[in-house]
């Protein structure tokens, strides 16, 4: 079988009209998400010495991220993506640039975490928007291949993104990596909101609004949520734990290479999850992968060098973007109209507050225990994601009822 047969599921996706150029703007306007954490951990670590205080003002940005999200998105199902994009892309800019601003000539405490805040809270998440793009013009198997071509995008952003900013921060200064993150952010937003003609329709608020609002949380939503909670948890333990592991190990630099290994396992995995026909359900899919990503993850037990580390990480990373495509898949199927966005938007929420904890944890753990030893955070903040996957499996069985026809029955 050639190459172009193979891959040709993925090669018709950029027969649609624009595709190629709003999943482009969306790649570049997702560098922000592994360059502004590590960027971050990166920035005040080396103005202050603490991981600790690294970890909390990483989380502390991650969190804001995760409150803004489904906001930004529910007010772009309303209003469109472009007027929205546009000023969020504004303002972080302008919040982002002072946060380095007053970490660098020494500003107070509290500004640092105000400001780093502010930057996560005008942060859209532009995955949900590509792929509510992409939603609007494919049938459903289409946007299984869809969804996984965006995983994939989504590693390669993490492939590439720690060692950019990890090389930037120590070999020019500490304050470049975390710039370049937001300056990428703010060209990739700009471009996508200047795409008018690919974006979804728009939703219009009626009536029913608080009706619809809370079928935005279904059992279906609220179970991958909680799980990408502790895959976040995950995401976010390791971004610090990696960076303090390197140090101990007198090979700062190279932290971010390491970081890059994960996502390259996460990236030949959604390759293949991409063309793959698999059997069941998507919810058994989702609870098999969540389960596997636990198992895989308490590899990190026996760290004890990097060439471990590596290993580790590339095998865990083949079960990153299988749990990430599954959870999304089985979200998008069950959406009620006009809350795509919002809906995916969520799914991101629950990764991005995991994020925070995770950080905010690890690096609490690497003060107080080392490195090696915390790896205990990740490893079972994974174990954890496995339990929940399976614990609310009850309440994700397909009963054949879409939410929008559950939805019609009772307003009609």
Same mark, same amino acid.
């Given at each position: 079988?050639?190459?172009?047969?193979?891959l040709?599921?993925?090669?018709?996706?950029?027969?649609?009209?624009g595709?190629?150029?709003f999943?482009?703007?969306?790649w570049?306007?997702?560098f922000?998400?592994?360059?502004?954490g590590l960027?971050?951990?990166?920035?005040?670590?080396?103005?202050?010495g603490?991981?600790?205080?690294?970890?909390a003002?990483?989380g502390?940005?991650?969190l804001?991220?995760?409150?803004?999200?489904?906001?930004?998105?529910r007010?772009?199902?309303?209003?469109?993506q472009?007027?929205?994009?546009r000023?969020?892309m504004?303002?972080?800019l302008?919040?982002?640039?002072?946060?380095?601003?007053?970490?660098e000539?020494?500003?107070?405490r509290?500004a640092w975490?105000?400001?780093?805040?502010?930057t996560g809270f005008?942060?859209?998440?532009?995955?949900?928007?590509v792929r509510a793009?992409?939603?609007? @013009?494919?049938?459903? /198997?289409?946007?299984?291949?869809?969804? &996984?071509?965006e995983? %994939?995008?989504?590693?390669?952003? *993490?492939? #590439?993104?720690p060692?950019?900013?990890?090389?930037?921060?120590?070999?020019?200064?500490p304050?470049v990596?975390f710039?370049?993150?937001?300056?990428?952010?703010a060209?990739?937003g700009?471009?996508l909101?200047a795409?008018?003609d690919?974006?979804?329709?728009?939703h219009?608020?009626?009536e029913?609004?608080p009706?619809r609002r809370?079928?935005?949380?279904?059992?279906?939503?609220l179970?991958?949520v909680?799980?990408?909670?502790?895959?976040?948890?995950?995401?976010?333990?390791?971004?610090?734990?990696?960076?303090?592991?390197?140090?101990?190990?007198?090979a700062h630099?190279?932290?971010?290479l390491?970081?890059?290994?994960?996502?390259?396992?996460?990236l030949v995995?959604?390759? @293949?999850?991409?063309? /793959?026909?698999?059997?069941?359900?998507? &919810?058994?899919?989702? %609870?098999?992968?969540?389960v596997? *990503?636990? #198992?895989?993850?308490q590899l990190l037990w026996?760290?004890?060098?990097?060439?471990?580390l590596v290993a580790?990480?590339?095998?865990?990373?083949?079960?990153i973007a299988?749990?990430?495509?599954?959870?999304?898949s089985?979200v998008?199927?069950?959406?009620?109209?006009g809350?795509?966005?919002?809906?995916?938007?969520w799914t991101?929420?629950g990764?991005?507050?995991?994020?925070?904890?995770?950080?905010?944890?690890?690096g609490?753990?690497?003060?107080?225990?080392g490195a090696?030893?915390?790896?205990?955070?990740?490893?079972?903040?994974?174990?954890?994601?496995?339990?929940?996957?399976l614990?609310?499996?009850?309440?994700?069985r397909?009963?054949?009822?879409r939410p929008e026809?559950v939805?019609?029955?009772t307003?009609?």
């Amino acid at each position: 079988m050639s190459p172009r047969t193979l891959l040709g599921p993925y090669l018709r996706l950029f027969a649609v009209p624009g595709s190629t150029s709003f999943s482009l703007a969306a790649w570049i306007g997702r560098f922000p998400a592994p360059m502004l954490g590590l960027g971050s951990v990166l920035l005040v670590e080396g103005e202050t010495g603490s991981y600790g205080l690294a970890g909390a003002v990483s989380g502390t940005l991650a969190l804001s991220y995760a409150v803004a999200g489904p906001q930004w998105a529910r007010a772009m199902d309303r209003r469109g993506q472009a007027a929205i994009l546009r000023l969020a892309m504004v303002a972080t800019l302008v919040t982002g640039s002072a946060f380095v601003a007053v970490v660098e000539t020494g500003g107070p405490r509290w500004a640092w975490f105000l400001l780093a805040a502010a930057t996560g809270f005008s942060s859209p998440n532009i995955g949900s928007l590509v792929r509510a793009r992409w939603s609007a @013009v494919l049938d459903p /198997a289409g946007r299984q291949t869809a969804y &996984a071509f965006e995983a %994939v995008v989504d590693e390669v952003v *993490f492939v #590439l993104g720690p060692p950019l900013v990890t090389l930037l921060a120590t070999l020019v200064a500490p304050p470049v990596g975390f710039l370049t993150g937001i300056l990428l952010g703010a060209v990739g937003g700009l471009w996508l909101a200047a795409q008018r003609d690919t974006e979804p329709p728009l939703h219009v608020a009626e009536e029913g609004a608080p009706r619809r609002r809370r079928s935005v949380l279904t059992p279906t939503l609220l179970v991958v949520v909680v799980t990408y909670l502790a895959v976040g948890t995950v995401f976010g333990a390791i971004d610090v734990v990696v960076v303090g592991f390197a140090e101990e190990e007198g090979a700062h630099a190279f932290s971010g290479l390491v970081l890059a290994v994960f996502a390259l396992g996460s990236l030949v995995a959604g390759l @293949v999850y991409g063309l /793959a026909r698999l059997p069941g359900t998507l &919810a058994a899919r989702f %609870v098999g992968t969540a389960v596997a *990503f636990g #198992l895989a993850a308490q590899l990190l037990w026996g760290v004890g060098s990097l060439p471990v580390l590596v290993a580790c990480g590339f095998l865990g990373g083949l079960t990153i973007a299988p749990v990430l495509v599954s959870g999304t898949s089985l979200v998008e199927s069950r959406v009620a109209p006009g809350v795509l966005t919002e809906s995916l938007a969520w799914t991101i929420t629950g990764l991005t507050l995991g994020v925070t904890a995770g950080s905010a944890l690890a690096g609490a753990a690497v003060d107080a225990w080392g490195a090696e030893a915390a790896f205990a955070v990740p490893a079972v903040a994974a174990g954890l994601a496995g339990v929940l996957a399976l614990g609310g499996s009850v309440l994700i069985r397909d009963r054949g009822v879409r939410p929008e026809l559950v939805e019609d029955r009772t307003t009609g």
